[in-house]
């Protein structure tokens, strides 16, 4: 069983930045593919950003895209999601997921696995 720890969010002013950072153990049944994902309070969860753990390819969605970089460290068993520019609709509960398992890299159905989640709040 993989355990995902998230840290790195916090308290930000509009058009700061953060460094997410998702520390990964144990057996992973799928390691093609992890994901962070976030959720605000009374909203779905949203897919943020894939990466392809064999060679770091990654895949953001529009609203992060140009703002986010998704990087990796395999030898650290990391991975992190520099965010800039941010923005108050940031603000939500950050997670990260690994073990994809099919679908849309961005859909939370296909993630097996879930870390409890960092909290993100962007003030105006």
């Known amino acids: 069983q993989v355990q995902l720890v998230?840290?790195?969010?916090?308290s930000v002013l509009a058009g700061g930045s953060l460094r997410l950072s998702c520390t990964y153990s144990g057996y992973m049944f799928s390691t093609s593919y992890m994901a962070w994902?976030?959720?605000?309070?009374?909203?779905a969860r949203e897919g943020v950003a894939a990466i392809a753990t064999a060679d770091g390819s990654p895949f953001y969605a529009a609203s992060v895209?140009?703002?986010?970089?998704?990087?990796?460290d395999n030898a650290?068993?990391?991975?992190?999601?520099?965010?800039?520019?941010?923005?108050?609709?940031?603000?939500?509960?950050?997670y990260c997921a690994s073990e994809w398992r099919g679908g849309h890299l961005l859909n939370a159905?296909?993630?097996r696995s879930?870390?409890?989640?960092?909290?993100v709040t962007v003030s105006s």
């Open 37 to 43: 994902f976030r959720q605000a309070p009374g909203k």
């Open 65 to 72: 895209n140009g703002r986010a970089t998704f990087a990796r």
């Open 109 to 111: 159905d296909g993630y």
């Open 6 to 10: 998230e840290s790195g969010g916090g």
């Open 76 to 94: 650290k068993n990391t991975v992190y999601l520099h965010m800039n520019n941010l923005k108050p609709e940031d603000t939500a509960m950050y």
């Open 114 to 119: 879930w870390g409890q989640g960092t909290q």
